[in-house]
């Protein structure tokens, strides 16, 4: 200590925490004075923690190795766990800036092989990596630097972050914890990848569970625990410094690699991996723990000396096995243990088992708070009766019986709220509760008793719910208001009565002239009759599913069938560190069943009438040389007859609802839709189909939304009640695998595709693309049933586009009449829409007459041969068509030249740019639509929405249409 005018500075000249590391089996390596020994656990006699085997003796180090001056000791020691066959230890100091010394030795003979000690220097402890591998932080460089157990140096690797202090043993081979900073990170030297980091501040120590599941950081004021992944389970904090940490042991009890005991200045806690965390016992001095078995703390002193003193883990056992469901273990403990207090009551409550809290309590008090929280309506009762011998009538004990009275109302107990109604006299719910429960006899006793206790309120209420005009006359009458009397009398006819009352208020000089008036009899504002609806069926208590809570009541099948021993424990084999590194993963198979057989649909074409097409073959004139023309409750505390540590209630499964199940079961926005997912169909839409413009879709989204479900009204005054529609349910309630019917099908789209033929053939073609842009707008939410009717909707969005196109050429060639170069390419284009047979041949018409016209004759003579080719050119009544087309193949023929120069070679493959209606050959750059399939030249209308559907857009690939499950 150093002092000055103020106070004085205490100064820590050298640390007492001896080195030490825990070794194979139950043995435990350390540092007394200059000697490194073997402390063996398992040789332990008379008290006593074992026996100290001598390893080896440790060189004096750095300048002050002569006199072995203060901190000169050893800081740090590591065991090689990864060598069965030879003991290494590293052994390191601070001294001159950390230097550390390798010992190799001989197991069988321990003291007499030690080979000469391999030195360097490095930053920190070392640590092993393998059999013949450790690694140490080079203090200069801050790197990695691995060795060999010949201390030659063979790999030099950068970490991973910068300002790396420290390294410590990372639980498995090659694997290490770097500490920078305020962060620890999982590294794997080979692979030099980071596998884990977390935020530990000020980390002291690293701990790893024995099975190495789990590994325990301890810092300067917390612990932290995490897996072997470095993923973090929890984090305590406290206000000490920890000292030192060690994972239990214990062969039996599930503890082992579950339970952590820290130590500080003058405490010895314990930490669950649930977070959970409680002090053990007080210390008179500090001490280093270094393992722990049962209630045996084995431990180092600060001169070095092994240790044990005992511990009781009580509750932290009783914290696990509540933790691990392992109630056999928790009851046994009730019954065995010394566990009480408000402490474990309030943790037990917090948790969700106040039912075992009650076998601690015997408060009346405490024990009705707690039944009521875990809903055991007969423990809660039995309390309240407790406190109402001590406390009476008044007081406490009428708000007690007021708590039951609702608890027992939320299970829909009538009689146990009866009761606490009658005992608290609250005479207004009970005369409801009679009400609601149809129970008319016992109200009119309530109407009795309201009179006897000269209640006029509760005489009126009491008369209103049983709809007894004359009482309630009478009651009016009985409190002075004989006017409303009157009016009362009168409108429930009630004639003799409402005389009688116009006696007395004439002879109290009123008048009942102008009172009648006052009421709107037969208006909307008028009186209504006030009857309340007639019990149809009394019944009890609400029905309730019948369980089994085989949580932790029935002690004498919990005694008799529990595994559970505290006292003895046959020793079983450590096997659990197999376990932890296997994984096991399962796979299922999902197959989707697609039904046979699609519903057959043929066309309507419609009639054979062209009207409105109009095209320039009637203007052709002479030029031919001739003329032509788609269950019941239970006690919750008792009747259990077995018990086991891995019985533990389970709540029944709550039924999911249908929206749930479909939106669950289903990729297709339709299901979604309808289960009020507005957000989720939007956001399949736009993943599948590059959708982003949904006004377009809203009438169709809607109607899925809507057609899901069907309303059925209930009685008078109560709501309707809505039923789910399902595609699913033909042989039976398919649960919740369910899907919901929508109100789009295959029909549907046909019926638009019809509806769309018939306005293209008779020349409304406006109407027709409304059609078609309709269809096309249904389709993505209209859900296949099987593989046909999936193939028959793709067929359909085809059919859709082709013709929209058709539509849109037929416009544009309507606005370039004037320009015979463009008229003609958009006649040639049109033909190339793949449109049905009949309208093929009006497209192909109206070109051949257009290029004739114009004296494109190469063309026109094209067109007319494709036009003669068509199999309905040979029916009778296009007999005047063929001709036409003969006689312009003929002349074409004679003439053949163009007179202008046309964007179009009938010989190259293309496609149909939708915005400039020229062709796209092949080889030319373009983009589409991933929904319609419309393609566009260049990238210019990358981004913008569909030009044919309009609302996707354009250049996204996407998975494209999904049409079903």
């Known amino acids: 200590a150093a002092g000055h005018d103020s106070g004085m500075i205490v100064f820590k000249l050298e640390r007492e925490r001896p080195a030490s590391a825990n070794g194979p089996g139950d043995k435990l390596y350390y540092v007394r004075g200059r000697e490194l020994f073997c402390h063996d656990y398992g040789r332990a006699t008379g008290g006593s923690s074992g026996v100290d085997v001598p390893i080896a003796s440790l060189r004096r180090v750095g300048q002050q190795a002569q006199t072995d001056g203060i901190g000169s000791g050893p800081r740090f020691l590591s065991y090689n ?84 202090d420290c390294l410590y043993d990372g639980g498995a081979s090659g694997r290490i914890i770097l500490r920078a900073d305020d962060r620890a990170v999982l590294f794997e030297v080979q692979s030099r990848r980071v596998i884990g ?176 929280a875990c809903g055991n309506i007969e423990a809660a009762m039995e309390s309240a009766f407790s406190l109402e011998q001590q406390q009476g009538l008044d007081g406490k004990a009428r708000d007690v019986w007021g708590e039951l009275g609702s608890e027992a109302l939320r299970q829909g107990n009538h009689q146990v709220v009866e009761m606490s109604y009658q005992r608290k006299k609250d005479f207004d719910r009970l005369s409801f509760l009679y009400m609601l429960t149809g129970d008319s006899e016992k109200l009119r006793k309530m109407l009795k008793i309201s009179n006897m206790r000269n209640d006029i309120m509760g005489r009126y209420h009491n008369a209103l719910l049983l709809g007894d005009a004359a009482e309630r006359v009478a009651v009016l009458e009985a409190s002075g208001n004989l006017p409303l009397a009157y009016i009362s009398a009168n409108l429930h006819g009630l004639v003799d009565v409402a005389e009688r009352i116009k006696v007395a208020i004439e002879t109290q000089e009123g008048s009942v002239e102008g009172l009648m008036d006052k009421v709107p009899v037969g208006t909307k504002k008028g009186g209504r009759l006030l009857q309340p609806p007639t019990p149809i069926i009394r019944g009890g208590n609400w029905p309730t599913l019948e369980i089994k809570k085989t949580t932790l009541e029935d002690l004498s099948a919990a005694d008799a069938g529990d595994e559970y021993e505290e006292e003895e424990a046959a020793p079983v084999a450590d096997t659990a560190g197999a376990a932890v590194w ?92 309808a289960a009020g997912g507005a957000s989720s169909a939007m956001q399949l839409l736009h993943r599948q189909i590059a959708a982003s413009d949904f006004s377009v879709l809203k009438g169709s989204m809607l109607g899925c939304y ?128 793949d449109l049905q047979p009949v309208h093929k041949l009006l497209a192909l018409r109206s070109a051949m007459g257009t290029s004739f ?88 209308m990358k981004g913008h929405v569909d030009l044919t559907d309009g609302f996707c857009t354009i250049g996204v690939e996407t998975i494209g249409l999904v049409t079903g499950k």
């Open 582 to 673: 296997e994984d096991d993963f399962a796979a299922g198979d999902a197959d989707a069943d697609a039904g046979l057989g699609g519903a057959a649909d043929d066309f309507d074409m419609g009639g054979d009438d062209d009207m409105g097409w109009g095209d320039d073959l009637d203007d052709l004139g002479d030029d031919f040389g001739d003329d032509t023309p788609k269950a019941a409750p239970v006690d919750e505390m008792a009747g259990l007859n077995e018990i086991s540590d891995d019985a533990g209630f389970q709540m029944p499964a709550a039924g999911r609802p249908p929206a749930g199940c479909w939106a669950a079961n289903s990729s297709h926005a339709a299901d979604h839709m």
């Open 197 to 372: 980091e977390l935020t530990a501040p000020k980390i002291k120590n690293v701990v790893w569970s024995p099975d190495g599941s789990k590994v325990a950081l301890l810092c300067k004021y917390g612990v932290v625990i995490a897996n072997r992944q470095l993923e973090q389970l929890c984090s305590i904090s406290d206000t000490v410094r920890i000292k030192s940490g060690a994972w239990d042991v214990s062969p039996s009890g599930g503890t082992s690699s579950n339970l952590f005991i820290y130590t500080t200045l003058h405490h010895v806690k314990y930490c669950l991996s649930t977070g959970d965390t409680g002090t053990i016992r007080t210390l008179d001095n500090p001490i280093y723990a270094t393992r722990v078995v049962k209630d045996q703390l084995f431990c180092l002193d600060r001169e070095a000396r092994s240790r044990v003193i005992s511990i009781d883990t009580t509750e932290a056992r009783f914290k696990l096995a509540l933790a691990n469901k392992k109630y056999g273990q928790v009851m046994h403990m009730v019954k065995h243990s010394r566990l009480c207090g408000r402490a474990i009551v309030a943790y037990l409550q917090s948790k969700g088992f106040p039912e075992v809290a009650l076998h601690f309590v015997r408060d009346p008090q405490t024990r009705f708070r707690l039944a009521l």
């Open 81 to 164: 766990m990864h060598n069965p066959t030879e003991g290494n230890v590293l052994v390191c100091s601070e001294v001159d800036g950390g230097c550390y010394e390798l010992i190799t030795y001989s197991l069988t003979n321990a003291g007499g092989s030690v080979t000469d000690g391999k030195r360097g220097s490095c930053l920190g402890p070392g640590v092993f990596l393998g059999r013949n591998r450790f690694a140490i932080l080079d203090r200069h460089k801050r790197e990695i630097v691995v060795k060999n157990l010949n201390n030659e140096t063979t790999k030099r690797v950068q970490a991973p972050l910068p300002n790396v």
């Open 706 to 833: 809507l057609g899901s479900t069907v309303s059925l009204p209930g009685i008078p005054g109560s709501g309707s009640i809505v039923v789910p529609l399902m595609r699913n349910d033909a042989s039976g309630h398919p649960g919740n695998d369910s899907l919901p019917r929508t109100s789009l099908n295959l029909r549907t789209l046909v019926t638009g595709i019809r509806q769309g033929y018939r306005f293209f053939q008779t020349g409304k073609f406006n109407d027709a693309k409304n059609a078609f842009t309709e269809v096309m707008a249904q389709i993505p939410l209209t859900a296949a049933e099987n593989k046909n009717e999936a193939s028959e909707m793709k067929e359909m969005l085809g059919i859709c586009r082709e013709y929209i196109t058709a539509i849109r050429i037929k416009g544009a060639m309507a606005e370039a009449g004037a320009d015979p170069v463009r008229s003609t390419e958009l006649a040639a284009l049109f033909t190339h829409c």
């Open 853 to 940: 016209k114009h004296k494109n004759y190469i063309v026109a003579a094209s067109f007319a041969r494709r036009l003669l080719e068509l199999p309905d050119m040979r029916s009778a009544k296009n007999a005047d068509l063929r001709t036409k087309a003969t006689k312009v193949l003929q002349k074409s023929e004679q003439m053949a030249r163009n007179e202008h120069t046309l964007n179009y070679n009938e010989n190259a493959a293309f496609v149909i740019d939708c915005k400039d209606f020229v062709p796209i050959y092949i080889g030319e750059e373009n983009v589409k639509c991933s929904y319609s399939g419309s393609s566009y030249k260049g990238s210019e």
